[in-house]
Nanobody, 120 residues
Framework: QVQLVESGGGLVQPGGSLRLSCAASGSIFGTNGMGWYRQVPGKQRDLVAEIIRGANVNYADSVKDRFTISRDSAKNTVHLQMNSLRPEDTAVYYC??????????????WGQGTQVTVSS
């Protein structure tokens, strides 16, 4: 079993910054990818940013040039630095990890979610 623990959400004014962190622990032989998604009530969960196999980085168009994802592979952690935050960035942010077991089988895990609210 794998656990993802998130931290760093909160309330920030427009134009401000927040840094989210997610630490993965448990039965992890390797990770194929880690990233962040976000969801607002009544809508689907959407990709914000992800790092695939430690090299390929994808961002949602709406956060490019404002958000930066980084990963510490040795510690199985992923961070999301969010700058120039806008009210439309308000959502619950979920950490996502695609984890390999010792047989090479991939499973997807989610964190519990952390609220980010951008408001004056």
């Amino acid at each position: 079993q794998v656990q993802l623990v998130e931290s760093g959400g909160g309330l920030v004014q427009p134009g401000g910054s927040l840094r989210l962190s997610c630490a993965a622990s448990g039965s992890i032989f390797g990770t194929n990818g880690m990233g962040w998604y976000r969801q607002v009530p009544g809508k689907q969960r959407d990709l914000v940013a992800e790092i695939i196999r430690g090299a390929n980085v994808n961002y949602a168009d709406s956060v490019k040039d404002r958000f930066t994802i980084s990963r510490d592979s040795a510690k199985n952690t992923v961070h999301l630095q969010m700058n120039s935050l806008r009210p439309e960035d308000t959502a619950v942010y979920y950490c996502n990890a695609k984890v390999r077991d010792r047989f090479g089988l991939e499973s997807t895990y989610w964190g519990q979610g952390t609220q980010v609210t951008v408001s004056s």
